[in-house]
């Protein structure tokens, strides 16, 4: 009589057990960081520098054993500063929706630990632009492109249900199509998968 309950019920543990061990290979995360901008510029007398930022929102990231596929959707914050003959140092910013999708590959694929790298393409759909020194300058300010293009590049490392991610970006279309400058920046930024 015992046998006939202790069958079923290791049969009973060991499905759970294997269920319980399959990675589930759809994740919804948070993330948050930092960005270091620069907007090039050609003009003479006047030179560009890296400025601070930041980009928050959401991303979605599906697993296909080592290689894996990346959505996000973020509210981006940019600046890059300027320095000209007649002026010091001067800060043009633009807020930004991005939407990336990376294609990625795990180099360390662990239960609890990963190692990435990722590249792929970057929709940036500009909201806000403060270029109000450019605008006296050069008057193609005046007609800031809304969407541009752009590449990303980077590294990441997964640690349970963190995850931080190191990238570059760089643009393939310029802010406007009489000024011929192509942002690019540095960006530093830490998630959280919630499943």
Do not use: C
Request: net charge positive; charged share 20%; glycine share 10%.
């Amino acid at each position: 009589m015992k046998k006939q309950f202790l069958l079923p019920l290791i049969a009973f543990t060991m499905m759970a057990t294997a269920a319980s061990a399959q990675k589930n290979p759809f994740h919804i995360g948070l993330k948050g960081g930092a960005n270091f901008s620069k907007l090039p510029i050609s003009s003479e007398g006047i030179s560009s520098k890296y400025a601070t930022g930041f980009s928050a929102g959401a991303f979605t990231r599906i697993d296909i054993s080592k290689v894996y596929v990346q959505g996000e959707l973020l509210f981006s914050k940019k600046a890059s500063k300027f320095n000209s003959d007649l002026l010091n140092d001067q800060k043009v910013s633009w807020s930004s929706i991005d939407v990336p999708v990376l294609v990625g590959y795990k180099l360390l694929n662990m239960d609890l630990l990963n190692v990435r790298i990722f590249g792929g393409g970057v929709y940036s759909y500009t909201i806000n632009e403060k270029a109000s020194l450019f605008k006296q300058i050069d008057n193609s300010f005046n007609k800031f492109d809304k969407s541009n293009i752009g590449y990303q590049v980077g590294a990441g490392i997964d640690v349970g249900k963190l995850t931080f991610d190191l990238r570059y970006e760089g643009g393939l279309s310029s802010v406007s199509k009489q000024f011929k400058s192509r942002p690019n920046s540095f960006q530093a930024s830490v998630g959280f998968m919630i499943f």
